[in-house]
């Protein structure tokens, strides 16, 4: 138990907050954790709880004095409170501890002191070995908040018993939400929700559910969806923020569109004059992009691919290899022959090249890293270009030993870059920006790692050419493991996973949709 004085407080608030009980009573500030495990070590969380004190008290007596009166009086609608400082202290504490950036500070309190309503229909179940997808049919609401509290029975596993830790705060809208865990095999937990609005304010819990965390299968399990009608390459997959999916495909330049997970796929129709859908793109205002071949064209849709409209040509372009939209809201292309850049600001109206990439002929691969600086993977030389000015300069990082084409790059969560290249199927890593890269090994079997994500769980994925696989890796790219065979597959030219945790891969040669569930 640890016990921190913070000066006179006449208050007296109780609560819990991600497994460490608190109490304020008279002044006094006691923290007793019950999760000393290595999942939730209680002196990181002790002293951010004290942090998060100490900040607010300093914030109360900064408020004007007509604030601090009307957290008086909202105290004294509170059973749980009974003075100003206490409540503000409270609804302050919920929304710091939420761990949620849309939820902050709140100087005043809410005109009533009426509480959210209660989750329903809530359910939940894993995906996986360490993914528990909970999920929810109300409150669906852009100002309601989901808190999702888990404890682990000591029946199963003593040493790792949590008091109804706080597993995370989520916008209570669309109703799911993945949970990461790394909690051991056959470890017993029970998850309940709770409600919680802008103000701190919480709905009482709902009934608890259990289950037990499943035994990790040694690779993932690969069913064919389907074939695309007349496709032989899916080349991109996204899925758009209304969980649709949508597949870019050759030889025809369809862009074929499921509703309903990949059981059934929709031709949206024929992107005129275009063979090859090489890059799809939803952009923040809900506008979907296409870059397609043999022409250079970007097309737009803004009717959720009802219809595509040609942007128009982008100058010298055969082939538009890849779209990413800049944090700014700046839309780039990457494309071939010349190795050019495009930007637009103009929402794809118009397009200017941001210049040649010295040596670079085709553009396969574009990122916008954490830091806002652009990466671009090229051939023939397999250099990744780096522009810190929006893409008006671009310099070459350095060579990727014995690499002829870089297909992506990718930054993971931990701001590590790896880079997918030709002829090897080596997947290199660095971890200064760009500056060096190391390669991580050869994909056994693969001459080119054509595609790469990380999952929800932090697991890499890689897909590959000419073993048509998709390799793993748990431990940031030091092991690989081959996660399974894609029957028939010979090149995976594009991999996502979607908010339902499923993994999706593009192949080649039979235009086949491959689906798994991740282990």
């Not at 913070?6 to 006094?28: E, L, P, Q």
């Not at 919680?196 to 819990?205: A, K, V």
């Not at 994909?443 to 998709?470: E, W």
């Not at 399974?484 to 235009?511: C, E, H, M, R």
């Amino acid at each position: 138990m640890a016990k921190v004085t913070y000066g006179a407080i006449v208050s007296d608030i109780r609560g819990n907050i991600r497994g460490n009980v608190y109490t304020i009573y008279r002044g006094t500030h006691i923290i007793r954790t019950h999760c000393a495990t290595p999942y939730n070590p209680n002196t990181t969380r002790q002293q951010q709880i004290r942090t998060f004190y100490t900040t607010l008290l300093g914030c109360w007596w900064n408020l004007p004095i007509a604030h601090q009166e009307l957290w008086e009086k909202y105290g004294q609608t509170k059973k749980d409170t009974r003075t100003g400082i206490g409540a503000f202290l409270q609804s302050n504490m919920r929304l710091l501890a939420a761990d949620n950036n849309a939820l902050t500070q709140v100087d005043h309190p809410p005109q009533t002191p009426s509480t959210p309503t209660a989750a329903a229909g809530f359910t939940w179940h894993f995906v996986g070995a360490s993914i528990a997808q909970i999920q929810w049919s109300t409150p669906l609401s852009t100002t309601t908040y989901i808190q999702a509290l888990h404890r682990l029975n000591w029946d199963y596993s003593p040493s790792y018993n949590v008091y109804w830790a706080i597993t995370k705060t989520v916008a209570s809208n669309p109703g799911l939400y993945n949970w990461l865990h790394t909690y051991p095999t056959n470890t017993k937990i029970s998850l309940k929700l709770k409600t919680m609005d802008t103000y701190g304010r919480i709905s009482p819990f709902t009934h608890k559910l259990s289950c037990l965390v499943p035994t990790r299968a040694l690779s993932e399990t690969w069913v064919n969806t389907g074939n695309l009608s007349g496709a032989t390459n899916v080349l991109s997959i996204i899925e758009t923020s209304d969980q649709t999916l949508y597949a870019g495909t050759a030889p025809n330049g369809d862009i074929f569109k499921s509703t309903d997970s990949g059981v059934t796929w929709t031709n949206t129709g024929n992107l005129l004059n275009a063979t090859d859908v090489y890059t799809l793109l939803e952009a923040s205002d809900g506008t979907l992009y296409a870059g397609t071949a043999p022409n250079g064209d970007i097309f737009k849709s803004t009717d959720n691919g009802d219809t595509w409209t040609n942007t128009g040509n982008l100058l010298n372009a055969t082939d538009v290899y890849s779209i990413i939209e800049a944090s700014d809201g700046a839309l780039f292309a990457g494309t071939a022959p010349n190795g050019d850049v495009f930007k637009s600001t103009d929402g794809g109206t118009t397009w200017t090249n941001t210049g040649n990439l010295l040596a670079a002929t085709y553009v396969y691969g574009l990122l916008e890293a954490s830091d806002n600086a652009l990466y671009a993977a090229t051939r023939p030389a397999g250099n990744v270009y780096k522009s810190t000015d929006g893409g008006t300069s671009w310099a070459n990082t350095g060579d990727l030993l014995n690499a002829t084409f870089t297909y992506f790059i990718l930054e993971a969560a931990d701001g590590t870059l790896f880079a997918g290249t030709r002829p090897n199927g080596d997947v290199f890593k660095s971890i200064d920006g760009g500056v060096t890269w190391t390669n991580t090994g050869n994909l056994n079997g693969a001459t080119d790692a054509r595609s790469i994500i990380q999952g929800l769980d932090g697991a890499l994925y890689v897909g590959t050419a000419d073993s048509g696989d998709v390799f793993k890796s748990i431990d940031g790219g030091v092991t690989w493991t081959n996660t399974g065979d894609l029957s028939s597959a010979t090149s995976v030219s594009s991999l996502i996973q979607t908010l339902d945790a499923y993994l999706y891969a593009g192949t080649l040669p039979n235009g086949y949709i491959f689906q798994a569930t991740p282990t």
